[in-house]
């Protein structure tokens, strides 16, 4: 079984605070994977008030491109300053966590697709590993340097593993129509009048880009908060099924 966990950084930073970690969420997440050894599991965390605030100040998203090798620098650096803490915290728990940053092996194309090899991946969860990996600034071709969304790269990993079950962790108990936690989306336009943005400063979308590439997705995958997390990873199905 093959697990593809993303925690967002919503749910591991204070994400109005420039970088800064939610110890008690980070140390609790870590402590429930900790306890669900068994599976071959790959992390990915987002940048929460790490990565955005560098990418909305040096005006980098997804789409605007940049040549300023500052910004890449800074919102790069400060991605693996979160990881660090990620990783530290998985190991300080025993989860045999390894950091996996993108910058150094993706790219996107002329054509806007990412390329992302994956065989190191593959390679660490063999070898009893738990790769963890990061939103991340990544060369695009003609465009500079532009931002890689832990959202994509959960999809890409997901494909490229073909993994069983994908979990988003967020700051929401499930995509949300006002109150409810829809429990199943299928259909990007069912639910798009419902899907916002991130309330936090965030360069990558929010609710609605997440709900778009998860539908891409042939492996079943979940939103839900941090109470969801251990349903999740017993194998259940908490918050909202996409796909
Ligand atoms: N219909 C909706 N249901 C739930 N959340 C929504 C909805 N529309 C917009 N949102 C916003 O999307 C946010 C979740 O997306 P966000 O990208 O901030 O999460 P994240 O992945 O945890 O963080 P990060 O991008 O830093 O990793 C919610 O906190 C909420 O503000
Ligand atoms: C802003 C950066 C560098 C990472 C974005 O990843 P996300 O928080 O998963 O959207």
Redesign the pocket.
Known sequence: MTVVLKLG?SVITDKDTPETVDRAALDAASSTIAAYGDTDLVIVH???SF??HH?AAHGVSRTAGTHDDTAVRD?HRA?KRLNEQVVDALAAVDVPAIPVHPLSVAHRSMEDELRLPSQQVRTLLTEGFVPVLH???IGHEAMGAT?L???ELVCALAEALSADRVGLCSAVPGVLDGEDVIPEINDFEDVAHVLGASEST???GGMAGKVRALLDLETPAFVFDRGGLEPFLMGRQPGTRIG
């Open positions: 950084g987002g940048g929460g990565g955005h990418a919102v991605m939103g991340d600034v931002i969304s832990g959202d965030d360069v990558t």
